[in-house]
């Protein structure tokens, strides 16, 4: 069978919970339609480069999915009709990735980079402070 990458955005006024049902709606479709998912990924709620119908956030969700064609196209039918998505791409890919996506690395990535500043302290450019007094004399 074929294999997917189904990202949908979720309005941002949804719980995390109705996001989560939004994810085993969509899993129950593809099984009941011969596939099935290998991966659900949430992302959590993200800003979007530009308002689309007035949400400025969304939930992100990413799933790898192995079903057929038609399977597919129900999907995207029930996920049109929905008006809790806001968005959806499903792209047919060649293998799913292995491990978690980029996305979910790049948080670990950006943790990590924080994670070693630890305390500066003084640099040492700077003489001590002066006081006003001195300043004027």
Do not use: C
Request: charged share 35%.
């Amino acid at each position: 069978m074929p294999l997917y990458e189904h990202v949908f955005l979720a309005r941002q006024d949804l719980a995390q919970t109705q996001v989560d049902g939004l994810a085993e709606a969509a899993t129950k479709i593809i099984e009941d339609n011969g596939g099935k998912v290998a991966k659900v990924e949430t992302w959590g709620l993200r800003n979007i480069a530009y308002r689309i119908r007035k949400n400025r956030k969304a939930h992100y969700v990413l799933m790898d999915i192995d079903a057929p064609a038609p399977a597919i196209a129900e999907l995207e039918r029930q996920t049109s009709i929905n008006e809790d998505v806001i968005r959806y791409m499903t792209l047919r890919v060649d293998a799913h990735e292995a491990g978690p996506s980029v996305m979910m690395r790049k948080g670990d990535r950006d943790r990590e980079r924080r994670g070693d500043r630890g305390d500066r302290g003084d640099r040492g450019d700077r003489g001590p402070r002066r006081e006003r007094d001195d300043v004027a004399a």
